[in-house]
């Protein structure tokens, strides 16, 4: 449930921070207080749309947060799926708004809005004023089915989704298959040439490295050798003088030094290891310039096969693994091009055996779906005449699609008539603005015990209704927060009695400047507030008395 909200720096808010409780909060004020800026602010750190003319005039940034605790364990493990880890229980969205651009965290980590907007939804569910638009549209008639039967329907959904993959892929493959035999003859012969052409190049995973290896020595080979051969000419070879023969020399010069004194004997072998690491240095040396000696036709050869392995790379693949890949896939495409008729009746037996497949899904869901609507149009219907729909008749409609989708093969739509006598007409063009709203309701109380979303805003769901609709309004209100936490803003005494925390948003003028404030009222105040939404400015004892019982009939409702 949503536990804490702070705004800072929007609209008229300077800075507000409201804890909210489990059940049923209401939020009233007068018109223009700005209950719709913090209900606006709420969006905004759900990753609604934010421009700088919200923020408060003379500040650098905005900021919203809220904070929930996530008790649910679906959610968690939804909220795993995104590697987003509850601590200490709680999830904390924040949006920091600055001009032109906005930074959104989770739990203090930098998060896209992709992200911020998945995590919202799983936790708060906001109906606003328009909210109830969405009936309008049949297909958001079968989305609220398929919530209250989930139970039944959740496992079919899935098969008839994987049943539909399987059906469309098998259906692209076969439309993409036909060829006429023109086409067919042009593509066994280019695949015949290229399986040939890379066959004939006899390739090996070698190839790759050691040509490339081998090209690069013989390349850098010439001058290498020259650069060995003038060493070990210095080292070995020069007739005039080179380094072993006037080590030699050295040594028997020092031979004789070495027979008469120690010191002299001492540097004596020193030479004379020096000249051994000399003969195994040239010998090294020799073999080292061997190692590049090659012919030019070795040369010859190797480029030859490096450009023949370059050229194939650039035609079949990037690495000689990948052109040997593309070699079996044609080899493979050549036994389809070969026996194509064969091919193509096996592909269309795969899709009729999907299709097959699909109906048999499909048409198991939709006979859960409509046993399900029996008793969900029931409940609808009950809840309609609890709000006052006295003669309403409520009925869901199947017909089945043109095409197969994954979703099923059904379309359903709400069909309603309010009035004795009047025939039963699509919800869109039945129901008012105002019907359409208290519809709304009544299918989110239907749906309480079904969604995982933890908290639920109502924004002025009270929209051009009074009197008992209004009682039977609240009673729904306070069904529904028994079961979820739900935040409501409204006008009406009726739902604001039911209140299990009840709080005033107020606006007031200092040094210039104007606030909005909120603070939770205790039962004295609620009271207050509710005479007042009662009887506007004069509040008189009677109306104040009407507020108290008013107060007292709604914690005795269920």
Known sequence: MLENLHVKNLALIDEIEVEFQRGLNILTGETGAGKSILLGSVNLALGGRYTADLLRTGAKFGLVELTFSVENETIVQQL????????????????????????????????????????????????????????????????????????????????TAQAYQKYHSCKRKLEESQLDERERKKELSLAEFE??????????????????????????????????????????????????????????????????????????????????????????????????????????????????????KSKYGNSVTEILAYCEEKKQRLKVLEDYETYIMELQDELQTAKKTYCKFSSKLSKERQKAAVQFVEEIRN??????????????????????????????????????????????????GGELSRIMLVIKSVLADK??????????IDTGISGITAGKVAEKMRYIGKSRQVLCITHLAQIAAMADAHYLIEKSAEQNTTHTKIEVLKDEQSVQEIARLLGGAKITDNILESAREMKDLAKRTI
Not at 89 to 112: A, C, F, H, Y
């Open 451 to 460: 969604e995982d979303t933890p908290t639920l805003i109502f924004d002025e």
């Open 383 to 432: 809840g309609l005449v609890e709000l006052n729909f006295l003669d309403v008749q409520f009925e869901m409609r199947f017909s089945e699609l043109e095409t197969f989708t994954a979703g099923g093969i059904d379309e359903a739509e709400f069909y309603l008539s309010t009035n004795p006598g009047e025939a039963l007409r699509p919800m869109g063009t039945a129901a008012s």
């Open 80 to 159: 795993d799926a995104l590697d987003i880890y509850p601590e200490d229980g709680r999830i904390t969205l924040s949006r920091k708004l600055m001009e032109g651009r906005s930074t959104s965290k989770i739990n203090g980590e930098t998060v896209s809005m992709a992200t911020l907007k998945d995590v919202a939804s799983m936790l708060i569910d906001i109906h606003g004023q328009h909210e109830h638009q969405t009936l309008i549209h049949k297909k958001n008639h079968l989305a609220f089915l398929d919530l209250y039967a989930r139970e039944a329907v959740t496992a079919l959904k899935e098969k």
């Open 195 to 312: 399986v040939r052409e890379i066959e004939e190049a006899k390739l090996s995973e070698e190839d790759d490295e050691e040509l490339e290896y081998l090209y690069r020595r013989m390349s850098d080979g010439k001058k290498i050798t020259e650069e060995i051969g003038e060493a070990y000419q210095y080292t070995s070879e020069d007739s005039s003088g080179n380094a072993s023969d006037y080590l030699s020399r050295a040594i028997r010069a020092l031979q004789e030094v070495a027979d008469c004194d120690e010191q002299g004997a001492a540097l004596y072998e020193q030479l004379v290891e020096i000249d051994s690491l000399l003969n195994d240095f040239n010998r090294e040396l020799s073999d080292y310039a061997k190692m590049f000696e090659f012919s030019e036709e070795d040369f010859y050869e190797t480029e030859t096969r490096l450009n023949e392995v370059n050229h194939l």
